[in-house]
């Protein structure tokens, strides 16, 4: 089988998540994507409400979808979750299958600095999708990518391609993927949450009922709405 993986701390999960699963599963021709909500990050969010919810709130998303699963493998993880740690668990679990890690451009410019970078190239293939305020072209800084040409990465930020594959290491592929740019972020739902507006469109309606029913986030602080956010040096994921 050809199975997505797709981590995150979906705080909440929203549409632009469940958007752009439903393209690379189609796109790359994958039989399941499975969604793994984060348990204990390596770096402090403050933000970052009970993984039970996370979890409840993905698996409502997702339930009218054969094809999309959800994974409690980081949140059942004793200590911090590291990528490294979770790809190995499900090379174990799903040997006979080929993985495909779903990330975005900014947290693939990231990777170096992650637990075991390396390794994780060469345990699954990675599936790179631009994100809203971020372009391919910011991808020739990243050491991973010196066999795609700056002309390539142009070419799929001004959609004269949609799908670029290359050999990332030696046993897995690299997939630069375009997908539909909904700017929706879960930062910004929260904020409208905190301020006592309203959020329906941006996210399934199980997702916002589960939130307003149990009065979640409407105690937290209105935060900076930055693309890029700094982490002080020597975090992983």
Partial sequence: M??????????????????????????????????????????EKPELIKASHRYRMVKEAIAGNPCFEISDIEIKAKGKSFTINTILKLRNKYTDSELYFILGTDAFLDLQHWKQPDRIIDLANMVIIARPGFAFSDLSLSPYLKKVSVKTLKELDRGKKDLFSFDISRHQKGILLKVTGLDISASNIRNLIISGKNVKYLLPD????????????????????????????????
Avoid: W
Avoid at 14 to 34: C, F, M, N, P, W
Avoid at 208 to 237: A, D, F, N, W
């Fill in 2 to 43: 050809k199975l997505g993986i797709y981590g995150g701390t979906f705080n909440p999960v929203h549409y632009g998540h469940l958007r752009t699963a439903q393209e690379v599963l189609e796109k790359l021709s994958l039989d399941k994507v499975i969604f793994i909500p984060a348990g204990k990050t390596p770096f």
């Fill in 206 to 237: 199980s997702a916002e009922s589960y939130i307003m029913s149990g009065k979640l986030y409407m105690s937290g602080r209105i935060t900076s709405l930055t693309k890029v956010k700094k982490r002080p040096s020597g975090q992983q994921r």
